[in-house]
T-cell receptor, first 115, second 112 residues
Framework: NAGVTQTPKFRILKIGQSMTLQCTQDMNHNYMYWYRQDPGMGLKLIYYSVGAGITDKGEVPNGYNVSRSTTEDFPLRLELAAPSQTSVYFC??????????????FGAGTRLSVL | EDKVVQSPLSLVVHEGDTVTLNCSYEVTNFRSLLWYKQEKKAPTFLFMLTSSGIEKKSGRLSSILDKKELFSILNITATQTGDSAVYLCAVAVGSNTGKLIFGQGTTLQVKP
């Protein structure tokens, strides 16, 4: 079972470059999320989506954009990379039939360095 | 502002020890509390707690929630080196978003 798949696993960017982090899930989950995790810290929510065509900001959305054209895919776009965006990025998804049972399943992460 | 705080931030024990990890929270519109284990890669789900006082168990791990005092504990008995990981506590908030607020995590190292 593939679950949540993220690509690439690692990437080094120069300041000002742009890139898209890919996330796809094959569990037919409605909800998808993007987090970043800085060293020694928990996960901070960047953006989330409750279904195709619907996205909303999380705690730390500045410098990022997302789209959700299909149920399966939820790409995260960095337009002008900055050193502050050096982090590990996790994508997650959940099937929220009942909110009290919301369990998010995570991808393996993308380690991004901006130099 | 919603907040989840874990303690201790790091812990070193020897195999066979019992550990208790703490998670306190201050959030609006609490839905549930979740524990995840993270071993260098993706966080993996351990427990979800929605009601006070009901202990969840899985082998040597157990967890309990106190909704009056706004905290949860995760216990690991007879620790093994394979328990070495970051343990993340998260609280689900909001009505239709499924959003999670994470604590900083507790790094557990179990020495042989």
């Amino acid at each position: 079972n593939a679950g949540v798949t993220q690509t690439p696993k690692f990437r080094i960017l120069k300041i000002g470059q742009s890139m898209t982090l890919q996330c796809t899930q094959d569990m037919n989950h409605n909800y998808m999320y993007w987090y970043r995790q800085d060293p020694g810290m928990g996960l901070k929510l960047i953006y989330y989506s409750v279904g195709a065509g619907i996205t909303d900001k999380g705690e730390v959305p500045n410098g990022y954009n997302v789209s959700r054209s299909t149920t399966e895919d939820f790409p995260l776009r960095l337009e002008l990379a900055a050193p502050s965006q050096t982090s590990v990025y996790f994508c997650a998804s959940s099937l929220v039939a009942e909110l009290a049972k919301n369990i998010q399943y995570f991808g393996a992460g993308t380690r991004l360095s901006v130099l | 502002e919603d907040k989840v705080v874990q303690s201790p931030l790091s812990l070193v024990v020897h195999e066979g020890d019992t550990v208790t990890l703490n998670c306190s929270y201050e959030v609006t519109n609490f839905r549930s509390l979740l524990w995840y284990k993270q071993e260098k890669k993706a966080p993996t789900f351990l427990f979800m707690l929605t009601s006070s006082g009901i202990e969840k168990k899985s082998g040597r791990l157990s967890s309990i929630l106190d909704k009056k005092e706004l905290f949860s504990i995760l216990n690991i008995t007879a620790t093994q080196t394979g328990d070495s990981a970051v343990y993340l506590c998260a609280v689900a908030v909001g009505s239709n978003t499924g959003k999670l607020i994470f604590g900083q995590g507790t790094t557990l190292q179990v020495k042989p």
